[in-house]
């Protein structure tokens, strides 16, 4: 059965409307990156996409919803970078670690991602339920990860993200496009899993 010209023509539409949010999204990204993400200016990310600013809010009915689509996307790229330690495999010390590192380099990454998602960069806002979930997703692969390793509780939980996100702050803060804080991941790791009695590490190792 053949699709009416209606439908294709309104297939179409929808399918221009999605390239024109996603390439709005882009643009914001681009812009926050170069004026911070408190500088976001509609007028200015209308100009960028070759809208003006009335129509940009056909396609996002505001500021916020601009921030929250960026603030989901922005979770859906980290499980997508952590999909590959997120699955079945047994987890070891190294892989723990290795795990580590990669979640750290995916933060250090993109500065301007790293404070959307994790730090309270813009006064006010507050993602969506819907973009919400998506964090709560990220943080229950954690403690998956966890829990394989055979540490449980909500307190491990704090501790882990506790540890994780100050070491990544640091780097971020004091010591961009270096090492000086990445390099103490390993003994970090160590260090927590000790405390918990977990994965223990083989004799005679000191990883």
């Not at 294709?8 to 221009?16: A, K, M, S, Y």
């Not at 390439?23 to 509609?42: F, K, P, Q, T, Y």
């Not at 959307?116 to 819907?130: M, N, V």
């Not at 919400?132 to 909500?154: H, T």
């Amino acid at each position: 059965m053949f699709e009416s010209s209606e439908t294709v023509t309104t297939d179409r539409r929808q399918l221009r409307r999605e390239s024109t949010r996603s390439e709005i999204l882009d643009e914001a990204w681009a812009l926050c990156r170069d004026v911070g993400l408190a500088g976001l200016s509609m007028r200015e990310l209308a100009k960028r996409v070759g809208l003006r600013a009335p129509s940009l809010y056909s396609y996002f009915d505001s500021k916020d919803a601009i921030y929250d689509a960026m603030f989901r996307q922005g979770y859906e790229q980290l499980r997508d970078h952590m999909g590959d330690y997120m699955g079945p495999q047994p987890v070891t010390r190294e892989r723990l670690k290795e795990g580590v590192r990669h979640y750290v380099e995916f933060c250090v990454a993109d500065t301007t991602r790293y404070q959307l998602l994790f730090q309270r960069t813009i006064p006010g806002f507050e993602p969506s339920a819907e973009s919400y979930a998506v964090a709560v997703l990220a943080l229950e692969d954690s403690s998956r990860a966890l829990s394989a390793a055979g540490i449980e509780g909500d307190a491990a939980l704090d501790m882990w993200t506790g540890l994780l996100s100050g070491l990544t702050a640091q780097q971020i803060s004091n010591d961009p496009g270096g090492e000086r804080w990445i390099r103490l991941l390993d003994d970090a790791i160590d260090m927590f899993l000790d405390h918990y009695g977990a994965l223990p590490r083989k004799k005679g190792s000191r990883k």
